[in-house]
């Protein structure tokens, strides 16, 4: 038997199994599903201590003074006060990298909406 209801926009879901096989499938099923529905929540980003940035707020670096990983087109970048590093900032999306203002090829960028580091407050 499955119900389902909903509560404030969210999905509640009851299942009850009377065989253990049919538990057991489901509850592996329920554990690929939410692992594939957080990978589309969950983004792993590089995390630069450069500057401190405000959302649609846009800077160019030379390339070679941007420690961005080859690859990536977006990463988050914090500010820092000292020696030490602020614990919320800006998710960065790389606008334009032209290679052709040799022999000092630059970096575009554009801040994008606010982060805060995990396990702060």
Not at 2 to 22: P, Y
Not at 43 to 57: G, N
Not at 103 to 118: D, F, S, T, Y
Request: hydrophobic share 45%; proline share 8%; charged share 20%.
């Amino acid at each position: 038997r499955i119900t389902t209801s909903g509560v404030a926009g969210m999905l509640r879901l009851v299942i009850v199994a009377f065989e253990r096989h049919v538990q057991e499938e489901f509850e592996a099923a329920l554990t690929k599903l939410s692992r594939r529905v957080n990978t589309d929540i969950l983004e792993v980003l590089p995390l630069l201590a450069l500057d401190s940035m405000l959302p649609r707020q846009r800077l160019s670096w030379p390339a070679d003074a941007l420690p961005l990983p080859r690859g990536y087109d977006r990463f988050a970048m914090v500010g820092r006060s000292g020696p030490d590093i602020l614990h919320c900032g800006v998710i960065v999306n790389v606008l334009k990298r032209d290679h052709s203002s040799a022999p000092n090829p630059q970096i575009e960028v554009v801040a994008g909406c606010r982060c805060v580091l995990p396990g702060t407050p």
